[in-house]
């Protein structure tokens, strides 16, 4: 399995702990299933986990991947008061994680051929 990935100059690892390790404790304190450490760039994942619910909880955790290294995070915060922080990135993220994979199974049905997937523009800009 692919263990390292790269986000606009950013290079990530994935490493794979036991279900009660520390870096599984997140923000908050909860010990969780899956964290991602912003300084060290390495993306903490249970081994305990079966294979539908590791793709969810990787695709939750790359979110916060792409918010930190394509710099959202400064957006989404300028969005909601500082208290509610952590709650709009676990939101996004939850959005990825169970929404990411239907949308683009839904353009793929519909645009079948014409189907391309695009990477964004790593200067900044923001296409609505």
């Known amino acids: 399995m692919f263990k390292e990935f790269y986000i606009n100059g950013d290079w990530w690892k994935i490493v794979f702990v036991n279900p009660w390790d520390k870096h599984l404790v997140d923000r908050t304190g909860e010990i969780t299933l899956a964290t991602s450490d912003y300084s060290e760039k390495i993306v903490f994942i249970s081994e305990s986990l079966n294979k539908e619910l590791l793709t969810h909880v990787f695709l939750h955790e790359l979110g916060h991947c ?3 290294s394509c710099g959202l995070l400064f957006e989404l915060h300028k969005m909601v008061k500082r208290e509610f922080w952590i709650q709009a990135e676990e939101w996004v993220c939850n959005f990825i994680a169970n929404y990411g994979c239907f949308a683009i199974k839904i353009a793929r049905d ?6 391309i997937c695009i990477e964004p523009a790593w200067d900044g ?3 609505a």
């Open 66 to 68: 792409i918010m930190f």
């Open 110 to 115: 519909v645009l079948g051929n014409d189907f």
């Open 125 to 127: 800009a923001n296409v």
